[in-house]
């Protein structure tokens, strides 16, 4: 089979990022695979991400080569570095992507929370624990105006994250950015609650940690990323904030299922957080990058 490629508009374009995507169709006309190419800035301008499907029933005639080919020639033509997707383990991507040159990179562990089993006695203890020095702030949607330049700049709690052999860069926060990412979530028609802990010393942000529920508050939440300053970190932050936003999202949707996390399997830290609170590790996926 040879697919025939054509490009399409993809409206998905962010405020740091533009996606080129691409149908593959056979000789009648019919779809049958996609392939997404993500373009980064802001610290990230050497990175593409590629997300590649093809129909079961039209897999091994050449559609995800022909896609792939693709996509990589426009990473290249658009100056990237590397390219990355991701397979879960055990699926069709975990053996096409190596065959293709692929190495693994990344080991992400992925855990939830069903929110039907949290034993919220537990949950008020971890929170109501003295913090000294610290306090927990939290809003829904963008930042607080008061708030946003300290948010702004705890965002660099995330630059020593583990990504193990990942060519990830470091990604360039400023408000504009914050309140654009939350702007596409809320155009998206979903929620976003962030829970910070700022220091009350001089009111500075130190840590933060995001979940994002479905608009129609049920199905699973999805946490963002949990981050505590280098100079914060010793003090129990990432577990208290993430108790709070458990908390939060108990009380608030009593038709939402669950929290769903993904974490580095080399990130044994922020895992045991989540152990300690009752996320039950559910399936493993692969990252994998392509060197240009």
């Given at each position: ?32 695979g996609?392939a ?11 990175l ?25 020639a ?30 693994k ?8 929370l ?5 034993d ?27 708030l ?14 583990p ?21 596409a ?8 609650h ?9 009111g500075s ?16 939440g999805?946490?963002y ?15 208290w904030m ?6 939060q ?22 895992r ?21």
């Amino acid at each position: 089979m040879s697919p025939h490629i054509t490009p399409l508009t993809d409206p998905a374009h962010g405020a740091h990022s533009r996606r080129l995507a691409w149908l593959a169709s056979d000789a009648d006309s019919i779809p049958v695979g996609t392939a997404f190419l993500r373009l980064f800035d802001g610290g990230q301008e050497h990175l593409a991400e590629l997300s590649l499907h093809v129909h079961p029933v039209e897999r091994r005639q050449g559609v995800g080569s022909r896609l792939l080919d693709t996509a990589v020639a426009a990473a290249r033509d658009n100056a990237r570095r590397c390219v990355v997707a991701r397979a879960e383990a055990g699926s069709p991507g975990e053996h096409f992507l190596p065959a293709h040159s692929f190495r693994k990179v990344l080991t992400l562990r992925f855990a939830r929370l069903p929110l039907a089993d949290v034993d919220t006695t537990a949950l008020a203890e971890i929170i109501e624990r003295p913090h000294p020095g610290y306090r927990l702030a939290s809003w829904q949607g963008s930042v607080p105006d008061d708030l946003a330049q300290t948010f702004a700049a705890s965002r660099r709690a995330m630059d020593d994250m583990p990504m193990d052999d990942t060519d990830y860069g470091t990604v360039a926060w400023d408000v504009d950015r914050v309140r654009a990412a939350a702007k596409a979530v809320e155009d998206r028609g979903d929620q976003l609650h962030t829970v910070v802990a700022i220091d009350t010393s001089n009111g500075s942000i130190t840590g933060f940690t995001e979940l994002v529920v479905p608009g129609n508050g049920k199905g699973d939440g999805q946490h963002y990323g949990t981050g505590v300053l280098p100079e914060h970190r010793g003090h129990g932050l990432g577990r208290w904030m993430k108790a709070e936003a458990i908390r939060q999202a108990h009380g608030h949707y009593p038709d939402l299922g669950g929290l769903l996390t993904d974490t580095a399997d080399s990130n044994t830290h922020m895992r045991h957080i989540s152990d300690s609170l009752g996320y039950v590790p559910t399936h493993p996926t692969l990252q994998y990058q392509l060197d240009l």
